[in-house]
C-alpha cells in the first residue's frame, strides 16, 4: 500500500482504500467532461510534486505555494479547454508548465526582491491548518527506531554527512551505514502504515459504535 | 531514468538535501513527475528531516508507553479532517524557519559524536604488573603495535593477554581503547566494563572516562553522563576533561529532559 495516499486519505477523512489512480487518458478525459472528482484527483497528484520544483528554484516557501496554485489552475483550465494534444504526456505537461511559471516568476522577481528589501516581512502562516497530528504521526514513527539508527538518519539528512564519515563517528562500516539507513527509513514508512492503519480501524468502530 | 537507477543513486535523498546539480535535479523531478514510487521517498525523506530537526536526541531505552502517540485520540484526529499529510509537513515547516540555518545547523547527533571522539592514551610500560610470563610477553608484543597505532593488530595479543590473566586491568584497558580506535564501540564498551568491574586498579579512573566515551558513540546518553560523573568523582587527572565533558553534553541533551 502506498504510504502518502494513505495518510492523505486519512487526514481528509476519505475513503478506507485509497482510490486506484486513473490512467493519464481516462483523467485527462474526465476533466474535460468537467468532472471534479477528475479535477481534484489532478491537484492532489500534482501538487506537492509542482511545490517541490518550485521550492527548490525559488527557495521561498511563499512563492513556492504561490507558483505551484497558479500553475495548477493554468494546466487544469488547459485541460479543460481540450489544449492538451496528447494526453499521455499529462506528466510532461504539467512539468512544463510549472517550469515555465517557474522561470516567469524568477524573471519578474527583481522588483519583489526590492519590495521586500523595504517591507517587513508578513508573518508566515500554515496555509493547510494544523499539522501537529502529522508530526507526533512522523515522531512516533521516529521514536520506534533504535537510537543507533535515529542517529545515522539525523547524521544524514540534518547534518548531510555522508556514509563514510558516519561510519567513521560511529564505528560502524559505511556498507552498514547505508544498510542501516535504508532499513530505518523501510521501518519508518512501515511503522506510519501500521499506526494509520489502526487510526482507520479505531475511527471506524467509534464510527459505528456511534451509529 | 528508471526507478532503479534512482534507487541506486540515492537521488530522491540528494535531491531533499539539495546535493544533485541542476541538470540531474530536473531530470530527477521529470521522473518524480511520473513516477509516485520516488515521488513518495522524496516526501518521506523530508517529512523525516524536518521531524528529526524538531526532535531532540533520542535517549536510547525508552518504554514505548512514555510516547506522547499513545495518548492520542485516534478518531478525533481523523474527524478534524485537517488537509494535506507528511507531504505538506515540510513546506509549513520550512516556511517557518529563517532561511540561515537550513540545511547548516550541526544536530545534537553530530555534536555528540565531536564529544565522543578520542585520543588514544600513551601507554607507559612500567604500569605493566599482575600478569603472568606469558600473558606479559602477548601484552608487551601487543602494546608495542599499540605504541605504533596499529590498533587493529594489537587486540588479537591484548586478548590473549587478558585470557592468560583475566584479573589483569591494562590488558583490558587497552583492549577497550584499541577497539574503539577501530571503531568497534559495542566491543570497546565491553571490555572497559570488564576493566571497571576489576575495581581498582591504576587504570580505573581512565576506564570509567573512556566507557564514557564509548557509551556516548553508542548514543547512551544517561550511561555516558554515569561514568563521567564517576570519573569525575575520583579527582584525578581526568576530572577537569571530564566535567568539560559533562558541560558540553548537558548543553547537547540536557540531563532529565527527553
Known sequence: ?211 | MSCDFAVREALAERYVLGKLNEAEAERFEEHFFECDRCFEEVQTIRAVREALREMPLAVPARPASRWPIRTLSWAAVLLLGIGGGVSILWLSQESSRPAADAGAQRSAALRLADLAAIQPPPFTPARLRGAGQRGRDRFREAMALYGGGHFQAAIPGLIAASDADPADAGSRFFLGICFLMVNQSDRASEALRQTVALGDSPYLEEAHFYLGKALLRLNQIDGAREELRRAVGMHGDLEAPARALLGELQKIAPAGGR
Open chain 1, 1 to 211: 500500500m502506498e504510504l502518502l495516499p494513505v495518510i492523505i486519505g486519512l487526514f481528509r477523512g476519505g475513503p478506507a482504500q485509497p482510490p486506484a489512480a486513473r490512467d493519464d487518458l481516462l483523467l485527462v478525459e474526465a476533466i474535460r467532461r468537467g468532472e471534479p472528482d477528475a479535477e481534484a484527483e489532478f491537484a492532489e497528484r500534482f501538487r506537492d510534486r509542482v511545490l517541490n520544483v518550485a521550492l527548490r528554484r525559488l527557495k521561498d516557501p511563499e512563492a513556492a505555494r504561490d507558483v505551484a496554485q497558479e500553475t495548477i489552475l493554468a494546466a487544469l483550465l488547459s485541460l479543460r479547454d481540450g489544449r492538451l494534444n496528447h494526453p499521455e504526456r499529462l506528466s510532461a505537461f504539467v512539468f512544463g508548465t510549472a517550469r515555465n511559471l517557474i522561470n516567469n516568476y524568477v524573471r519578474s522577481s527583481v522588483r519583489r526582491n526590492e519590495r521586500a528589501l523595504t517591507e517587513d516581512m508578513p508573518a508566515q502562516t500554515d496555509p493547510f491548518g494544523t499539522d501537529f497530528e502529522n508530526r507526533t504521526l512522523l515522531r512516533s514513527a521516529l521514536a520506534t527506531l533504535p537510537p543507533h539508527d535515529q542517529q545515522i538518519l539525523r547524521l544524514t539528512l540534518v547534518d548531510q554527512l555522508n556514509p563514510g564519515e558516519i561510519a567513521r563517528l560511529l564505528g560502524l562500516r559505511p556498507d552498514v551505514v547505508r544498510a542501516r539507513k535504508t532499513r530505518a527509513l523501510k521501518r519508518i514508512k512501515r511503522k506510519i502504515t501500521s499506526i494509520v492503519t489502526k487510526r482507520r480501524a479505531s475511527a471506524t468502530q467509534d464510527i459505528r459504535g456511534g451509529a
